[in-house]
């Protein structure tokens, strides 16, 4: 029973746009199934205290003073984000309880491999449109409709660069969204020994291969960033030989070039046209201008910032794209610090024995990565993914090297 409301709540993570309330406020389907979660682990009086749960602590603290502080209790909006905070605690220690269970192991990489394909049709159909899949089914979960009234078109009507949006919502989410089964599939390749191969490439390699090309499909340049330091690190742990890595590449290349021709010429422009200067990249300097504004403004309140202040944010229309930037202009130096603590939990957590598995600093480099230039966390299908992680993370009788017996 646990694990089948672990698994119903990553699938409605993955898959059921949320239900909208108003213009501004959506709420996930998998809200409704959290409390589901919370009263499960009073019944099996099953708790936990770590890192990561105290630094939960800490965070809601920081927000509730911030909040008080700036006089903004009386707006739902703004309360909700405590809820958040409570959200990502229940998920994460409900995920621990239940990944304590070995056999649950290999069922819930089932059902990433499931899910896995799922999201590689419905992307590579959105992709291709198929189907006119775009006007009727992406536009449900790109709730303020500007990615997918805009794919694969400029501002001119004419055709661009086409960034895969998901069901994520928008590409750069997306391309988060690969990175974490990225992840688990250098996970599982790790702890799968003793496979038979006929190919140089082979079952969960596949998985690995067909998640990279998703990544560059999203075109997001943060994104190829952690997925770049995410190789490297999948490569100490897999020991792949060069020979393979070198034939991986070329595979991942020549598909994303073919992918390319068929679609239109400059499917792939938005990532081709990257400048080395950061500042002549319009995406990046955009952000320079907004981060610069909420920078200056934070030194107002420097200790516990304008706290979540949604009112402001919807009617300055600010995308602030970085939750380093974000957390310190809402919840100062004291919010910042709780989010970096965040940030490394997983790791830090792990002891003496936080390298001796992959999945904690691959983990630390998503979310570190990321929220440079974007807000994961700020996002509530991030929460849940990243609480999920994070639970999977912290089992360390999981990573143990098993024999996988081979199904070719």
Not at 127 to 151: C, E, M, P
Not at 385 to 390: M, S
């Amino acid at each position: 029973m646990d694990q089948v409301l672990l698994l119903i709540v990553f699938f409605a993570t993955l898959f059921v746009p949320d239900l909208s309330l108003t213009s501004s406020m959506h709420i996930g389907w998998e809200e409704f199934l959290v409390p589901l979660m919370f009263l499960r682990l009073i019944w099996v009086r099953f708790y936990r205290w770590d890192f990561l749960v105290w630094t939960l602590a800490f965070l809601f603290l920081v927000i509730s003073m911030s909040i008080f502080k700036n006089g903004q209790y009386a707006d739902v909006r703004n309360l909700f984000e405590l809820y958040k905070v409570l959200k990502m605690c229940v998920v994460y220690v409900f995920a621990f309880y239940v990944f304590r269970l070995p056999r649950f192991q290999y069922r819930f990489y089932e059902f990433l491999q499931a899910s896995f394909i799922v999201l590689v049709l419905i992307n590579l159909l959105h992709l291709f449109d198929v189907f006119s899949i775009n006007h009727w089914l992406i536009t449900w979960y790109d709730y303020d409709g500007r990615d997918a009234a805009t794919f694969g078109l400029n501002s001119l009507g004419e055709p661009d660069s086409r960034r895969i949006i998901g069901t994520m919502g928008n590409p750069n989410d997306n391309a988060i969204l690969f990175l974490f089964f990225l992840i688990c599939f250098v996970v599982r390749q790790v702890t799968q020994v003793g496979q038979r191969r006929r190919f140089l490439i082979a079952g969960n390699e596949w998985n690995i291969l067909i998640c990279s090309l998703l990544i560059f499909l999203c075109q997001s340049r943060t994104g190829i960033v952690a997925f770049g330091l995410l190789v490297l690190i999948g490569l100490r742990y897999a020991e792949w030989s060069w020979k393979k890595l070198v034939f991986s590449i070329l595979i991942l290349l020549s598909a994303v070039f073919l992918l390319d021709l068929m679609v239109q010429q400059h499917a792939m422009k938005y990532l081709s046209n990257t400048r080395l200067q950061l500042d002549q990249n319009n995406s990046v300097s955009s952000r320079f201008e907004i981060w610069k504004r909420l920078f200056n403004m934070w030194k107002e309140k420097p200790i516990l910032g304008f706290g979540p202040n949604k009112e402001f944010i919807y009617q300055e229309k600010i995308y602030p794209e970085s939750e380093y930037i974000y957390y310190l202009w809402r919840y100062g130096i004291l919010g910042l610090l709780s989010y970096l603590l965040l940030v490394i939990g997983v790791l830090v957590q792990g002891g003496r024995s936080r390298f001796d598995r992959p999945m904690p600093l691959m983990l630390v480099i998503l979310l570190g990565v990321t929220a440079l230039t974007n807000n994961p966390l700020t996002n509530p299908k991030f929460l849940v993914i990243f609480a999920i992680g994070w639970g999977l993370a912290a089992n360390p009788i999981l990573f143990e090297k098993t024999e996988i017996q081979s199904r070719a």
